[in-house]
Nanobody
Framework: QVQLIESGGGLVQAGGSLRLSCVAS????????MGWFRQAPGKEREFVAL????????KYADSVKGQYTISRDNAKNTVYLQMNSLAPEDTAVYYC????????????WGQGTQVTVSS
């Protein structure tokens, strides 16, 4: 079993930045493929970014390319999401997720952290 705990959300003005963190426990972090998702009010949860076990490979949703950066520190069992130039449409609950095998459904999810961007 893997536990994921997100942090770093909050209220920020448009144009600002936030860095989300997700700490994993319960399994060797370096064996986990990690992802970030978000769910805005009234919308379905959507993919944001993913990163491979070593961090050498990343992928982003088109809507956040060039704006967000996913990274990981395997020594700290942590994955990050750096979000820059935030806009009100980035407002959502952001979820961290983990899976052992790529191209399979994510097995583990965090509880989410709220990001609110004011105009």
């Amino acid at each position: 079993q893997v536990q994921l705990i997100e942090s770093g959300g909050g209220l920020v003005q448009a144009g600002g930045s936030l860095r989300l963190s997700c700490v994993a426990s319960g399994r060797a972090f370096s064996s986990l493929n990690m992802g970030w998702f978000r769910q805005a009010p009234g919308k379905e949860r959507e993919f944001v970014a993913l990163i491979s076990t070593s961090g050498s490979s990343t992928k982003y949703a088109d809507s956040v390319k060039g704006q967000y950066t996913i990274s990981r520190d395997n020594a700290k069992n942590t994955v990050y999401l750096q979000m820059n130039s935030l806009a009100p449409e980035d407002t959502a609950v952001y979820y961290c997720a983990a899976r052992g095998v790529i191209k399979r459904p994510y097995d583990y999810w965090g509880q989410g952290t709220q990001v609110t961007v004011s105009s």
